[in-house]
């Protein structure tokens, strides 16, 4: 309830000698307050659909963390996971900013947060380093993103005309301009087809808002394997995304 929800709120925005998120989820699982299943939610009592983040779904995720060394932990909303595993030493493998994956101020304080915890840390990018240290004042170590070149690399094409994309449902990966640009390329080159690489629902998603006037072919490889051969037979990636931490697909296209 929105009372409730305040109280919580307060009680766990007073606690900055440990992480909040910690302290919420231990709050949680401790029973300190009833009815709630939720650990994270939006910043605003009057949002018709805030986004939450059940304690339950972070205590399995911990508890199916098998036995190990090093602990990795990639997204902001997995590493309160990672921390009540136990298990292994805590690392956080930054790829991209979270902060600017979330709308709402509290999520944005809740993956700002995760930069912040007292654990090793790497990053894929430099930009990354400098825009998390600025921010945080810690600066994470980076390691540079790769590609096995014994699996990627060039061949000659054989198809011609064909173009690919990867589609995805975030607003971010700006998956629609794939469909604009293709549009506009298929009255020059009528028959431009696109290699897709994707799921047939999210597809099914995007061609609601623009309808393709070419050739479509979805692929969901399994493997590198079934990968490379995708880029093998492109004569062209088209890639989107508004931003990355480090997009590997141009890399691997390469």
Known sequence: NL????IARQ???GAPDVGWTDKCAKDVSNGLYRNV?????????KSNSFNKFSFDITKHLANTIPDCDINVGTFCLTMPAVF????GVPFHYVQGYDPWVFKWGLEKKIALDAFKQPIGRSVVSTWLQK?????TGITPFYIGNGVNRKTFYAVEKVERNVVMAMLRGHSRKRSLDVFKVLNNVKQKIPDIKLLAIGDQSTLNE????VKPKFNIELINPKNE??????YSR?????????????GLPPLEAM
């Open 3 to 6: 009372g409730g929800k305040g």
């Open 11 to 13: 009680d766990v925005m």
């Open 37 to 45: 299943d939720a650990c994270l939610s939006a910043n605003s009592d």
């Open 84 to 87: 009540m595993s136990g298990k």
């Open 131 to 135: 825009l998390i240290s600025k921010e």
């Open 206 to 209: 995007l061609t609601k808002s």
């Open 225 to 230: 394997k079934e990968l490379v051969e995708v």
């Open 234 to 246: 492109a004569n062209l990636l088209l890639f989107t995304p508004k931003i990355e931490g480090f």
